[in-house]
DNA sequence: CGTGTTCCTGACCATTTGGTCAAACATTCA
DNA sequence: TGAATGTTTGACCAAATGGTCAGGAACACG
């Protein structure tokens, strides 16, 4: 009967100083753990071993392993889509959508954790997001779609299909995180880095194909 | 002490009727049990239903669900990398190319599920590949690169840097199979098929990249 | 100090799951 | 037909795992 314990399940707002710390490491955590094991080979243990806590600890701050990997999802597709929602259409097209793959680049190899829990969740059918993909990606990707659509239609970038177009900007940015095993083993583990070469071919690909 | 009951674990070539039936029955079904749920997701039970069987029964083929994973994967990689195995250092540099994208594209297309369940072993960092891709794949696309890179130096197509148009051609075509669901959802549940103009897109993205 | 609230833990539970085994059933073939 | 070989299963096990709970420790604050 007592209304006690009230445990402070997702308070989005944390209040006190210890429940910001231990949310955010829990969330931190969680990222590393998921994003290297998936969803299902993910434990509860693991993640809060890697938070400093103990199990029924973090199961004090989050309800569920759901939880805690819908919190990680829902928060990731703002920051995933923000580079597209940038993309200006008062802007110079072909720069304009150069920086889109630049910065897309850029988070692939800032943030390959995101980029691989997204990976996954996608490959495995996205039934964890629910319809958040229509409900916030659709639209958006619409939006920015007909944006270029235009501008080919006024000659501004060469013929191209605006859907295939940011399609082929996604995959072609998220493969050097998704799939990095593979890359550095092809490239062999002398050259460190691949990210500036991919920079400069994907550049060159993109100016190529939309130059009118 | 008696040495009876020898299970047909894994004997490459099934011996009975039987044998093979269930071998490739267990094959086929784990393909789409992996390749929906991931390794961990996969449970050997769901397998064994979906290929007919009762559990201890699949147990009798083979030795773990490791290895049923494990064949899937080795058999997997000699398939995937025929396209590029047939890449004719004599043939015509762009056609050449472009059949190769045509061919890996419409392997998305007919073999998603090998498709995910590859993109999934990737992702999570190809453990249980081993040294696979040192010794299978690298030698391979070692192999190709260099006749990309001749191709390039002799002015038969433009300059590129051969590694990264191999990833490009790779993760371009695949992600029509990995991001199925994505794809689907950004383009509408009308457009039922986005194949023929992924094809025509990525006809025109490798053209207008190779071209001198 | 004392009291209420927040934080943390050891012990525990139910379920799932990979895998085993002895015994029953089927098939083959001499 | 009958014995050897091959196939299938129900019952079972141990380990892993998500989650609960009662109560103790730490903290905030009057």
Redesign the pocket.
């Known amino acids: 009967m007592n209304q006690?314990?009230?445990p402070?399940h997702i308070p989005t707002q944390a209040r006190?100083?210890?429940?910001r710390r231990?949310h955010s490491a829990i969330l931190n955590a969680a990222l590393d753990v998921f994003s290297a094991k998936g969803f299902r080979g993910?434990?509860?243990?693991e993640i809060a071993q890697a938070a400093g806590?103990?199990?029924?600890?973090l199961?004090?701050y989050f309800?569920?392993?759901?939880a805690i990997h819908l919190q990680l999802l829902s928060g990731l597709l703002d920051v995933w889509l923000a580079p597209l929602r940038d993309l200006d259409p008062e802007g110079d097209p072909i720069p304009e959508i150069l920086t889109y793959v630049r910065r897309k680049l850029q988070m692939s190899r800032e943030m390959p954790r995101e980029s691989r829990i997204f990976a996954n969740e996608i490959l495995q059918g996205g039934t964890h997001l629910g319809d958040t993909l229509t409900t916030a990606l659709k639209p958006l990707v619409d939006e920015k779609a007909a944006v270029v659509a235009r501008w080919r239609d006024t000659g501004r970038i060469a013929d191209v299909h605006p859907y295939h177009l940011i399609f082929s900007i996604w995959s072609l940015t998220q493969h050097y995180a998704d799939f990095d095993v593979q890359v550095r083993t092809v490239l062999g583990d002398e050259g460190a880095d691949p990210y500036p070469e991919a920079e400069r071919y994907l550049e060159t690909l993109f100016t190529r194909m939309l130059t009118p």
């Open positions: 006690s314990k009230t402070p006190t100083r210890i429940q231990n993910a434990t509860v243990d806590l103990s199990k029924p600890n199961l004090y309800p569920s392993k759901e």
